[in-house]
Structures are given as C-alpha cells and as structure tokens.
C-alpha cells in the first residue's frame, strides 16, 4: 500500500489566462501573460476568481480553449513570477539533485519544425461578416493553457525545440504549404458504410459539436457564406474492428482525407500535403524493453493516455474549408484535425513532445517518460530519500504529484484509460512490462483479441471462404506487431507477404488460402493459446559490425558479402512462378 512519509510543501498552482466564460462553456483567452509557478492547488486566485483545478485527471470541463484569430505573430514573452516565487522545486531534498541544467534531461535531437505561415491562402474577413460568422470562421479551440507551454518551455530551455508551437496552439496548425486555391466546392460522397450505421455518424457528430470541436449543422449556402468561398468536403467512414471474444464490435468514424474526387477529378487533400514538412518521432518497443531490461529493483510505472488527442490541435482557420463534413445534407465545420489527415500525428506530436520533455524536465532523473501519439509512459525509479513508500521501496513522486509537475499545461487526461497508481507491471504500446521480472508479454484482452482473429479467418476458410487483401493485410499487421513478444515468429512472416503479393493491390479481389499460409496460421494460433508466453529482457551488449551485407535482384539473383569476402548466386532459368517474386527471394 502506497503512503505518504512526510508533507510536501510546493507552491500554488499558477491561475490560467483570464476571460470570460461563454455559454458554450469554454474560455474565451484574453491578453493576460504573467503566469506563476505550478504546483498542487493552494486555494483560488483572488485576483482572478479561478479556483484552481485540482491534478487529477481533467474532464470535460475545460476542454476548449478559443482565441481571437489574428494576423500577425503574437510576439514571444517569458512568463513572469510573483514575488517570492522560486523555481527550486520544493520537493527536492536538499543536495540530492545535481546543478545539471533540465535540458539535459532530454534526450532526444530536435525535430525540424517548418515554418508554413508564409504559404498558406488567406481568406480576409469580408467587410459584411456577421460577428456570428467570423466567430465560427476564427475559432481556435483546443483544451491547453498557452501560457503554462510559454512557461514551462522557458524554464526549461526548451523554446528552440519547439519554435512554432505557442503560435500555433494561439492561431491554429497549418495542415500544409500546397494546399490547393478552391474554384468551386467539392463535396465528395460519403462511404457506404455511412449509410449502414447512421446512429454511429450521429452520435460522433453530436458528440464533436457538444465538445466545440464542429460546428453545425448549416446549409450549402451557410458553409459557404461562413468558410468565405468554395469548400471541400471529404467523405465520413465506419470502421468497424473486432474487440474480443464475447464483446460488441467497436465503431470509429473517420474522414477519409486520401480520396479522390471522382467528379471532378480533384485529388485527395492528403495528397497536397507534404510528409516531410511534418516531422514526427515515438517511442518505440526497443527502446522501451532497454528500460525494462535495465531497470533497477523497485522501478514502477504507470500509464497515461491524452484523450481524444488529434482532436485536441486546433487548425488553421484559412485551411478549415478543406475540412468540412457532410452527414444527410447537411455540412460541418471542423475547428481541429480529424482522424485520418496526413499531418495530425505531427502537429498534435508538437503539443505531446512538448509535454513529455517538459515533464521529463520537472521529474529529473527520479522518472523517465516515453511516448507513443497519445500514450504516455512514466517509469519512477526508488530513492532512499523519497516521500512516498510502496513495500520496502521509497519513491520522491506518487501519481498525484507527478501530475502536478504539469498540471499547468492542463493537458486532458483520458480517465479510463489512464493508470491510477504506479505498478511493477505496467501496459504500453499494446504489451504488458514487468518491471521485476523485466518481461514482455501481451496483455490478455490483446491475446484473446488475436488469437480471435487467426481463429475467425481459419473458420472461414474450413467453410470454403475467400480473402481481400486487406483482410490478409489485417492479419499480417497484428503477427508484426506480436512478434516483438515472439521474435522467432519473424521467419513465419514471409508467408504473408508472399501471398499479399499475389493480389497484386486489387483490393477488390479474393483469393483462398494456400497450404503454407494455413501452416503459418496454426503455428500462430498455437503461440498465442499459451497465455503465460513471455520474452525475457536482458540489457543489450556493446554493438559489433560484422560487416555482412546481402541483396536481391530479380534480374540476377543473391549477393552477399562477409567481411572481405563475397559470393553471387544465380537464379536458374524458370525460377519465377506464383508465390515466388522479390519477396520470396529477398527471404
């Protein structure tokens, strides 16, 4: 059981942009810039009348955040302190933390955050708007609090690494510097899925529109008076995915931004947009299992989760006409990044990046966080100097003053899906750690879930069944992704990809299953019945280059080389036959 050894005195928790609360019940920001060091509430600001929100995790209450719109940068100033404030973060025992400099805590090389405000189409106010329309056209909605980022980025040297960031939670994100100059609006029918679960597209919008993300329902005439000129409406989808055994299917509505118009012949928005203007990095499994593998005796952790994390980054207002929605004959507008468009996993990863180095900052070396879009993992690490104790361990941070250390930047924190206390083991990225025994396995609901699905597609071949690519492309995604907890699967991959290869991307086709693919699918269903599997995690050694180099060429054969020496294998003549293309040879 976890307890408290002794008080923590920390200062107040710092009042949030001042402004008025509309009736829409988010906050209009103001202009106000000083802003005071994070911490536990203390009790609300007299000077403002904002009771401090506690650092529990947020709910809806402060979910959208708009400010004015305005055309030039708001220029850069440093959050100011109050008297008497000090940034020594009081928790630390004295001597225990080094004079290192928080940026070094971070670990990571700066990604290249363009600059795409020069690019972008601008569509000027019309001397005759309504203050109605310019509203709904200049909303930028988000839940966080600009000023904690300008704050928190400055305390901690982190404002390089982030160039962008406060001018764009403030105006909006670009969604690209080649965005198409609209003629005339596209409005591209939905997908048939649409019209077969109408209450699950409802439900969504009613959903995004209660929250202040959408705003709607309008007429043609309206989104386009209001969006100041043509728009381009992409097409709602369901996807419907499989939860496991004994549960409903679960239901995701998402704008399909990579269709095309097959109207007019207007290509798809994702398609103007650059990938490499939106720079994104994570955490992957690797370097997770490194940290599991050298974890010391007593290390934690705990899992957070952002909730409805792409939905929470605000975009542009002159790029909001390549976002409209159509739902039954009538359109929507969209304030923030939808699923399914090309830059959202960047422009949200800013505000997440963000928040991990400077969380990463606050904790120092007593934690360590990884990230994963909006999955967030903290590890704490023990400390004979600490205030909270769990077993014979003491640690300088439970959850609840981990939480504290950026309650400032009130980030929205997903209350089910969140952890409530630091554990040994601990579920991240789809696996589950044990920090003790420095384990990785799959988490049980995940295990079921794939076992289910090899179970499903061999059912359905035993009853003479066909398969579409995608559903093959399904199958073959998650065994990629279980192989990190079976490594020796990796080998029974090529199948897959050999089979994939001969649906020659006709989605619309369908194949039976071959011999080796249903060999391949019974290893699988084997693996994944034994629910105690695991693959232990052992630090990795120092790296040697053995200098081994090997290739393919259907025109030719094999090479490879070994050190200073090398050897060639020809392919025999008739050697390409189906099943066997560069795949099967770069096997």
Known sequence: MEGTLSAITQPPLPPSRTGSISSRGFRTATSGRSISLGGPPQGASASTGISPVPATLATGQRLCTPAPYVEETIPHSAGTLP?????????????????????SFVNHDPLPYPDLTEKRLLRPRPPDASPHDTELFERVVHPY??????????KHNLTDLYPRLLVNLTHGFPLGRNLPRLKKSIVIRNHPSVDQFPSVVQDYIDAELAAGRMSGPFSFEEVERILRGPIHSSPFLVSEQIAGP???????????????????????????????????SFDMALKVAAAVAEAPPGTQGIAFDIKTFHRTCPVLPDHKPYLVASFQGK????????????????????????????????????????????????????????????????????????????????????PEKSGICFASTTTFIGFQWDLTLHRVSLPEKKRMKYLMRIESMLSDDFEGKRFTLRQIQQIHGTLVH?????????????????????????????????????????WWQKRLEDRTAFRQLRPIGPVHHYKVFVDASTSWGIGIIIGPLWHSFRLAPGWKRPGRDICWLET
């Not at 008297?83 to 940026?103: C, E, I, K, V, Y």
């Not at 609090?145 to 400055?154: A, C, E, I, T």
């Open 83 to 103: 008297a008497g404030a000090s940034l020594t973060r009081a928790s630390a025992p004295s001597g225990f933390l080094d004079d290192a400099p928080s940026r």
């Open 145 to 154: 609090n600009v000023d904690g980022f300008r704050f928190m980025l400055d």
């Open 246 to 280: 004994g549960l409903p299917p679960k239901y995701r509505v998402c704008r399909n931004l990579s269709k095309a118009d097959p109207v007019s012949g207007m290509p798809a928005i994702n398609s103007f947009i650059d990938k490499d203007d939106f720079p994104t």
């Open 331 to 414: 359109f929507y507008i969209d304030h923030v990044h939808p699923f399914g468009a090309r830059p959202a996993s960047s422009n949200a990863g800013q505000i997440g990046n963000a928040a991990v180095d400077i969380w990463q900052a606050e904790s120092r070396s007593e934690n360590r966080l990884f990230k994963y879009e909006d999955d967030i993992q903290n590890f704490r690490y023990p400390n004979p100097l600490g205030r909270f104790s769990d077993g014979v361990f003491t640690y300088f941070h439970n959850r609840e003053t981990s939480l504290a250390l950026i309650d400032i930047l009130h980030i929205p924190w997903h």
């Open 482 to 522: 279980v192989c990190f907890v079976f490594p020796e699967g990796s080998s029974h991959l090529p199948v897959l990809s050999n089979f994939m290869s001969g649906f020659r991307d006709n989605i619309f086709v369908k194949h039976s299953l071959s011999n080796s693919v249903l060999d391949t699918l019974y």
